[in-house]
C-alpha cells in the first residue's frame, strides 16, 4: 500500500512539474485529464483489492472482532487516502486546462478540497477504530 501511495506523489508530482510548462496544449491537457482519471481509478482499485485482501486476511487468522474491525477501519482509510490522491491529481490536472491567470486560484481550490478529504479520512479512521 506504501508503494501505491509513493508512486500515486510520483505521478502528482510528474504532473505538477509538467504543468509549469506554459506551452501545453488545450487538447493536450485534455488527456492528461482523462489518463489521470484513469490513473485514479486504477488506484482505488487496486487500494479496494488491497483492503479486501486484508480483512480476508485477518479473518482468516482467526483473529478477535477487534482485529477484523481494526483492518476495515485501515481499508476504508487507505481507500479513501488513495481516492483523496486521485481526485487531487484529476484536479490538479483540469487546472492546468484555464488560463494562466486562473491556474493558482483554481490549485488552491484543488489543494483545499485535497487537505479537506484527507482530514475526514483521518477522522474516520479514527471513529471506526475499536
Known sequence: MEF??????????????AGCHSGKTPQ?????VEAAQQEAQREV??????ASKDLKSAAKVGSSPRGVAQAKAEGAY??????ADGEHNVATEKCLTLQAPL????KDGADAEYETAKAA???TRVARQP
Open 121 to 123: 479520512a483521518k477522522a
Open 45 to 50: 482499485e487496486r487500494a479496494r483489492a488491497e
Open 78 to 83: 487507505d481507500i479513501a487516502m488513495v481516492k
Open 4 to 17: 501505491q501511495k509513493i508512486a500515486l506523489a510520483g505521478v502528482a508530482a510528474l504532473a505538477l512539474i
Open 103 to 106: 491556474q493558482q486560484a483554481c
Open 28 to 32: 493536450r491537457t485534455a488527456q492528461d
